[in-house]
Structures are given as C-alpha cells and as structure tokens.
Nanobody, 124 residues
Framework: QVQLVESGGGLVQAGGSLRLSCAASGRTFSSYAMGWFRQAPGKEREFVAA????????YYADSVKGRFTISRDNAKNAMYLQMNGLNPADTAVYYC?????????????????WGQGTQVTVSS
C-alpha cells in the first residue's frame, strides 16, 4: 500500500514558477515508477510527466517539455515537479500517481495509487 500526498500548488501569475511535491508513505517507494497528471474543469485527466523507478528516464507531455522538470528522491520517498514559464493553460488540479508495473507509464489507467491532488491556478 502506498499513500501519496501532493503539496506546493497555488496561484501564480503567467510566467511564474511553482514546485510541486509528492510525499509517499511506505518502504517500497523505489519500486514504483511515478507520474504527474493534471485535470482541468470539464476535461479528462492528462499526462504531464513521468519518471522511472531509479530516475534514470523521464518523460514529458509536449505541452510542458522544456518548461517542467520531474525528479525524485528515493531516500526521502518524494517526487517533485518544477514548473517554470507557467501559463493559464497550465491551470488544473495536479495529481501524482504511483505504478508498479506498466507497459507505458505515460498512461493514467495503469496507475495503482493516486494522491488527492493540488490546485494550480495561473492568472494572465
């Protein structure tokens, strides 16, 4: 069992930055690939970024590539999303997820655990 808690969301002006954190419980955090997804009102949950168990490989949605950076610290049972150059289209609830086995960690339907989400609002 893994419990995930996101933090770091908030209100920021366009062009600004935020750093999201995802704290995980349990002793097996390093066994899980991790991902960030987001959901805007009236839209489906969409992939943002993902990272493999050791952090050796990372993946990004085209819309955030070059602006967002995903990272993890297995010693701290934590994952992060550094978001720079934010724009209003990034406004959404951001969720972190953990997946034990998946053929594609960019797909939300393969994830085993989810956090409760943290709101990110970018004003123009």
């Amino acid at each position: 069992q893994v419990q995930l808690v996101e933090s770091g969301g908030g209100l920021v002006q366009a062009g600004g930055s935020l750093r999201l954190s995802c704290a995980a419980s349990g002793r097996t955090f390093s066994s899980y690939a991790m991902g960030w997804f987001r959901q805007a009102p009236g839209k489906e949950r969409e992939f943002v970024a993902a990272i493999t168990r050791t952090g050796a490989n990372t993946y990004y949605a085209d819309s955030v590539k070059g602006r967002f950076t995903i990272s993890r610290d297995n010693a701290k049972n934590a994952m992060y999303l550094q978001m720079n150059g934010l724009n209003p289209a990034d406004t959404a609830v951001y969720y972190c997820g953990a997946v034990l086995y998946s053929s594609d960690i960019r797909r939300a339907n393969g994830y085993d655990y989810w956090g409760q989400g943290t709101q990110v609002t970018v004003s123009s």
